[in-house]
């Protein structure tokens, strides 16, 4: 079967690569829950359950059971580099994007004063807002809100132009919010930024489960997603830019400074976690030599082949996703964001004129349909929505490549019924 699918996601094969898909829970669920964390894909859960049965140690030491387990968690390390495109010392790894946030904020005391300026936006997940509220809190710097339009959610790139100036030291954005999913302009913004000597951080949280980071086309300041978002182990990875990184206060014991990869990190997350991310590289190396063939490009790099395969999933899921926005068209219901593909990832937040977003999570949940409802952390947004209460929120139905066609009608015949 291999190199016969190009031009489409071969889903039987994706599927078959998500062990959970084999137990009873899995098989009958329909899971729309995947912007809170992805089922993980089987040569992570090998890599992860390899670790802790025959290394689980504390790494690095003379004896072979010790050197062995080092040698797994830097190749885990070195796979995440391949599959970014970047090198392993511009990768930190952390107990998750919300800590490495924090770690990043408090690392860019030494690049803010009483008279900078840090603009965020009012899109974004908590995560990426209150770490640089405290970081100015402390600094005596300002806190500019970029803020979202009230009826779309969207940020416009004029407004953003009205807030930069001089005094910009850090923009902080998302790549794609978690209740929007409009890809937002971060290409542009560091182009008008930059220049202004202005550093840019993005929240790519929301973003690397449809669609793996370009980071060496993007080349951003620092960028940030979970690895449990996208078939893997509780991680949260940053990549931050050397000069960049060079500027900051580092974050760890000051012996260990002279390690780039160490700069900012501020306590070491699971060992067995960080090994595991060897499997991400293999499954996208199978993904990849199943659609493409095994002798098309073999010798194109983990970041390439990366890109390609991570193409044809992010096409499935918005194919998908245009199946849902259309059935559901007709219904009663407010979507957060655009009701078309185009510029959107496949994450859809939506509200009931009937019904409340648990009535609707819980109708679903009958049927076997996993998607939760609330805020999401991304409570100043639904605010700006004019979400009334937002511990009620939005219901999200947010996808994964490995969704299928069924999992679709099976919302849809879900929302009609109970409409
Ligand atoms: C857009 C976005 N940013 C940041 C975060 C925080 O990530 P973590 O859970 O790894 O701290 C999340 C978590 O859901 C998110 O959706």
């Known amino acids: 079967m291999s190199g016969t699918h190009k031009n489409h996601l071969d889903i039987e094969f994706v599927r078959s690569c998500f062990p959970a898909f084999e137990e009873p829970l899995a098989a009958k669920t329909a899971f729309f829950e995947n912007a809170g964390g992805s089922y993980v894909a089987g040569p992570v859960l090998e890599k992860l359950m390899h670790f802790y049965r025959v290394n689980k140690v504390q790494p690095y030491g003379?004896?072979?059971?010790?050197?062995?387990?080092?040698?797994?968690?830097?190749?885990?390390?070195?796979?995440?580099?391949?599959?970014?495109?970047?090198?392993?010392?511009?990768?930190?790894?952390?107990?998750?994007?919300?800590?490495?946030?924090?770690?990043?904020?408090?690392?860019?005391?030494?690049?803010?004063?009483?008279?900078?300026?840090?603009?965020?936006?009012?899109?974004?997940?908590?995560?990426?807002?209150?770490?640089?509220?405290?970081?100015?809190?402390?600094?005596?710097?300002?806190?500019?809100?970029?803020?979202?339009d009230p009826v779309t959610g969207e940020l416009s790139l004029e407004s953003f132009e009205q807030l930069l100036n001089k005094n910009t030291a850090i923009v902080c954005m998302t790549h794609s919010s978690n209740i929007v999913g409009t890809i937002n302009p971060v290409a542009e913004v560091i182009s008008l930024a930059r220049p202004l000597g202005c550093r840019i951080i993005v929240d790519g949280v929301s973003f690397a489960p449809h669609q793996w980071p370009d980071i060496p086309q993007l080349q951003p300041d620092a960028y940030c997603f979970s690895t449990y978002k996208t078939y893997a182990t509780h991680l949260g990875v940053m990549y931050t830019a050397t000069d960049f990184a060079q500027s900051l206060d580092p974050q760890c014991h000051y012996f260990n400074e002279g390690y780039p990869q160490k700069r900012l990190d501020g306590a070491g997350p699971d060992h067995a976690a960080i090994a595991a991310l060897d499997g991400l590289g293999d499954y996208f190396n199978a993904s990849y030599h199943h659609h493409f063939g095994s002798t098309d490009n073999s010798d194109n790099s983990l970041y390439e082949k990366t890109q390609s395969i991570a193409a044809l999933m992010h096409a499935h899921e918005s194919e998908l996703c245009a199946q849902l926005l259309s059935g559901i068209k007709d219904l009663p219901l407010r979507i957060i964001g655009r009701n078309r593909m185009e510029g959107r990832e496949a994450n859809i937040a939506l509200t009931s004129e009937t019904h409340t977003s648990q009535a609707l999570s819980k109708a679903l949940a009958a049927k076997d349909i996993a998607a939760g409802h609330g805020h999401f952390y991304a409570l100043r947004l639904l605010e700006k929505a004019g979400i009334k209460d937002t511990e009620d929120g939005v219901l999200r139905i947010s996808f994964s490549h490995y969704n299928n066609a069924r999992d679709v009608e099976r919302v849809l015949e879900a929302l009609a019924a109970i409409h």
């Not at 391949?82 to 408090?106: C, E, K, R, W």
Request: proline residues 1%; hydrophobic residues 40%.
């Open 62 to 148: 003379e004896c072979e059971i010790l050197r062995v387990a080092g040698e797994q968690m830097d190749a885990g390390r070195q796979t995440m580099a391949d599959l970014l495109g970047v090198a392993s010392n511009n990768i930190t790894l952390g107990a998750s994007t919300t800590q490495n946030f924090n770690t990043m904020a408090y690392a860019c005391s030494a690049i803010v004063n009483k008279h900078s300026e840090v603009i965020v936006t009012e899109q974004d997940h908590e995560a990426n807002i209150g770490a640089w509220e405290r970081l100015c809190r402390r600094s005596g710097a300002k806190l500019v809100i970029w803020p979202a």
